[in-house]
């Protein structure tokens, strides 16, 4: 247990939806990240939040885009759903400071989307 | 961040020691090796990491090559619930404009037999 939570666990929606993901970070922890999991393949980065703001992002478009909250907890709203976003929506959190930048990630248990 | 390479699949008998190998031979000096994993639909587990010298915590040993060109994860005395795909990811040091990512490869499948 890591102590990142995610919800909601599993989620069903039709193509062109929207849908927000949501997720408490570690407490202490001052940053979160997302990724997505296709299946069969290894996560992949797709933004991260840091004090509220983005602090980087991948190769995703910007139908995908998200929020930080002042308890840094944070959201994750994708748009105009396709069939492709079906995947394991992860959330990691982690205790970045400016002095101490290269901190472990700690992953919650993910939210799987499917798209119909 | 450097490339690396793991084999697609490894079995270990119960109570043996699990090795998995992998290469980063592109790695740079300023970038760490870190060790995930994941137990089937559930989120990856961080493990271990290191820069250049041996780790070692409750979970598993990190061996990193004199050259730092490759790695191996051991894992003492595997069990059943060892089994999963084991991620080896090298990463720089934080770049504050481009986020702290960690870029997964295909990872692992680590079998672990009875």
């Known amino acids: 247990e890591t102590g990142v939570t995610q919800s909601p666990t599993h989620l069903i929606k039709t193509r062109g939806q929207q849908v927000t993901l949501r997720c408490s970070s570690q407490?202490?922890?001052?940053?979160v990240s997302w990724y997505q999991q296709a299946l069969g393949q290894g996560p992949q980065f797709i933004f991260q939040y840091y004090r509220e703001e983005e602090n980087g992002r991948g190769n995703f478009p910007p139908r995908f885009s998200g929020l930080q909250f002042p308890n840094y907890s944070s959201e994750l709203n994708v748009n105009a759903l396709e069939l492709d976003d079906s995947a394991l929506y992860l959330c990691?959190?982690?205790?970045?400071?400016?002095?101490?930048?290269?901190?472990?990630?700690?992953f919650g248990p993910g939210t799987r989307l499917l798209v119909l | 961040d450097a490339k690396t390479t793991q084999p697609p699949s490894m079995d270990c008998a119960e109570g043996r020691a699990a090795n998995l190998p992998c290469n980063h031979s592109?790695?740079?000096?300023?970038?760490?090796v870190y060790w995930y994993r994941q137990i089937h639909s559930q989120g990856p587990q961080y493990i271990i990491h290191g820069l250049k010298n041996n780790e070692t915590n409750e979970m598993a040993s990190l061996i990193i090559t004199e050259d730092r060109k490759s790695s191996t994860l051991i894992l003492p005395h595997a069990t059943l619930r060892d089994t999963a795909v084991y991620y080896c990811?090298?990463?720089?040091?934080?770049?504050?404009?481009?986020?702290?990512?960690?870029?997964f490869g295909e990872g692992t499948q680590l079998t672990v037999n009875p």
């Open positions: 990691a959190s982690s205790p970045k400071t400016w002095d101490r930048p290269q901190e472990t990630q700690y």
């Open positions: 407490s202490g922890h001052n940053t």
């Open positions: 592109t790695i740079s000096g300023n970038e760490y």
């Open positions: 990811i090298v990463r720089a040091r934080n770049q504050e404009t481009s986020g702290s990512r960690l870029t």
